[in-house]
């Protein structure tokens, strides 16, 4: 019997305090501001530049990572909606997508399907987690702590640090 990701959850799960402590705080290199970056494992393979960002309201996978994928062209869903990049500016969408996406930080895992658009524009990134995966997982970012912390399905925290040296 298989068992889809959504039907695993429980209520339970998410009833977990995610608390960020001084002791989180003790490998994290003086900042101004940088960006929190993580690793994912995306459709098989480990990304890396994977941008937390809570200012996008969607979730994107840019075309160079799509093609370092090896993802077939023929994936993408058609999407028509236009997209408008951080200056306003039309960012070409080539479609979306829905990839299995594992977060873990070598203890303890969540695997969920999120939906990515994928966009055909430069970026220092491979791809963004924007509101709509943070809130399904009840990810909590904090640049402070340069971290972001998110229960499993059985009520365990993960903590998935930021790259520092990557992000800057």
Same mark, same amino acid.
């Given at each position: 019997?298989?068992?889809?990701?959504?039907?695993?959850?429980?209520?339970?799960?998410?009833?977990?305090?995610?608390?960020?402590?001084?002791?989180? /705080?003790?490998?994290?290199?003086?900042?101004?501001?940088?960006?929190?970056?993580?690793?994912?494992?995306?459709?098989?393979?480990?990304?890396?530049?994977?941008?937390?960002?809570?200012?996008?309201?969607?979730?994107?996978?840019?075309?160079?990572?799509?093609?370092?994928?090896?993802?077939?062209?023929?994936?993408?869903?058609?999407?028509?909606?236009? %997209?408008?990049?951080?200056?306003?500016?039309?960012?070409?969408?080539?479609?979306? %997508?829905?990839?299995?996406?594992?977060?873990?930080?070598?203890?303890?895992?969540?695997?969920?399907?999120?939906?990515? %658009?994928?966009?055909?524009?430069?970026?220092?990134?491979?791809?963004? /987690?924007?509101?709509?995966?943070?809130?399904?997982?009840?990810?909590?970012?904090?640049?402070?702590?340069?971290?972001?912390?998110?229960?499993?399905?059985?009520?365990?925290?993960?903590?998935?640090?930021?790259?520092?040296?990557?992000?800057?």
């Amino acid at each position: 019997m298989v068992m889809s990701v959504e039907a695993q959850r429980t209520d339970d799960a998410f009833d977990v305090d995610l608390v960020f402590t001084k002791a989180d /705080l003790e490998e994290v290199v003086p900042h101004d501001n940088d960006p929190i970056m993580i690793s994912a494992v995306t459709a098989g393979r480990k990304v890396h530049r994977v941008l937390v960002d809570q200012g996008s309201s969607t979730d994107v996978m840019f075309w160079t990572t799509f093609n370092k994928l090896q993802l077939s062209p023929d994936m993408p869903r058609p999407y028509g909606v236009c %997209l408008y990049g951080f200056a306003g500016d039309h960012v070409e969408v080539r479609g979306y %997508l829905e990839l299995r996406t594992t977060f873990t930080d070598g203890t303890a895992s969540r695997t969920e399907i999120i939906r990515y %658009l994928v966009v055909n524009t430069f970026s220092a990134y491979n791809m963004l /987690l924007g509101r709509p995966t943070l809130n399904r997982l009840g990810a909590v970012p904090p640049t402070r702590h340069m971290m972001m912390k998110l229960p499993d399905l059985t009520g365990k925290v993960i903590t998935i640090k930021s790259d520092q040296k990557e992000a800057k």
